[in-house]
């Protein structure tokens, strides 16, 4: 075994040193003068140069709650005139219901929630349960002699 006063570099190559004369002279291999070949960044990108002249506006956007407030609780709308059609005088209105009959679509197979609004006219005496309610529905649907269980 060789000890260690008898070994010897075995690394001869040089590093290649570029730009100055030999075989990478003048533009070392980048083949440009000036500010593409100082700094080896180049030039700034001309679309970079647009988005800084264009306006900076304030604020979020009209549609950020849609993306922020994941808990918020989208409900599907009815509206009285399909009641109207759809079921019979003394009949019981809840979601499941609204699916059977096809008024509403589940949601990710899922019964979704569901707010009944005032639009159209209401005859028939309904029994409203498990659903929201706006105010011009509450009233219609008490006035045709139903009632709004939440």
């Known amino acids: ?5 008898s070994l010897k570099n075995t690394n001869h190559t040089k590093k290649q040193r570029v730009g100055r004369g030999g075989k990478r002279g003048k533009t070392s291999g980048h083949g440009h003068k000036g500010q593409k070949q100082h700094g080896r960044h180049g030039i700034r990108p001309e679309f970079r140069d647009i988005i800084k002249k264009l306006p ?21 709308p009815v509206n009285l005139a399909q009641l109207e059609a759809a079921f019979a005088s003394g009949d019981t209105v809840n979601p499941v219901e609204l699916v059977v009959r096809g ?11 569901v ?5 159209g006219t ?3 005496k309904l029994t409203i349960t ?6 011009a529905a ?3 649907i008490t006035k ?5 269980s939440a």
């Open 103 to 113: 008024i509403i679509a589940p949601r990710a197979g899922k019964v979704p929630v």
């Open 56 to 76: 900076k506006r304030r604020g979020y956007g009209k549609n950020r709650a849609r993306t922020v407030n994941g808990a918020r609780v989208v409900a599907t």
């Open 130 to 135: 498990d659903c929201m309610t706006s105010q």
């Open 115 to 119: 707010k009944i609004l005032g639009n």
């Open 138 to 140: 509450r009233d219609a």
């Open 122 to 124: 209401l005859t028939k």
């Open 144 to 148: 045709a002699g139903g009632s709004v």
């Open 1 to 5: 075994m060789a000890g260690l006063h």
